[in-house]
């Protein structure tokens, strides 16, 4: 195995622009009383994420989403011009993960971001959901 470092090209740099701020909006979202095909149905939810992206105002750029079987979730992930959609659903407990990050590079993607994360929110109904919310440097 060769050396990385050995063949690294030097690149110049300048100190960290805060050009690129982004938001990361996270959710762990326990009781859910949604339509069951959020949480059971790969391509269901694909479509359906990818559809609220669009409302949203953010950019889809290709998207992976995956079914654990007969009565098992789904874990997915829409990848965006912004940065990223993420989501895992466990139906047996009512849970979904949900996680929203965009970048501010060109545009404040921000309230596209909110918009995305509160439409997925009310879809998935939970009756005691734990927010965050990280600014990204």
């Known amino acids: ?31 859910c009383l949604c339509d069951s095909r959020l949480m059971l149905d790969a391509g269901y939810l694909e479509s359906f994420c990818k559809e609220l992206v669009t409302t949203a105002g953010l950019t889809t750029v290709g998207s992976l989403f995956h079914s654990f079987g007969e009565g098992g979730g789904v874990t997915g992930v829409v990848v965006l011009a912004e940065s990223h959609l993420s989501i895992h659903t466990w139906p047996e407990s009512g849970y979904v993960t949900l ?14 971001a909110q918009k995305l994360f509160d439409d997925l929110m009310a879809a998935f109904n939970p009756n005691d959901p734990h927010l965050h919310s990280v600014e990204r440097a």
């Open 99 to 112: 996680d929203v990050y965009v970048c501010n590079y060109t545009s404040n993607n921000r309230p596209k």
């Open 1 to 31: 195995m060769k050396n990385h470092v050995q063949n690294a090209i030097p690149i110049k740099t300048s100190p960290v622009s805060r050009s690129a701020t982004g938001l990361h909006l996270i959710g762990d979202l326990y009781g």
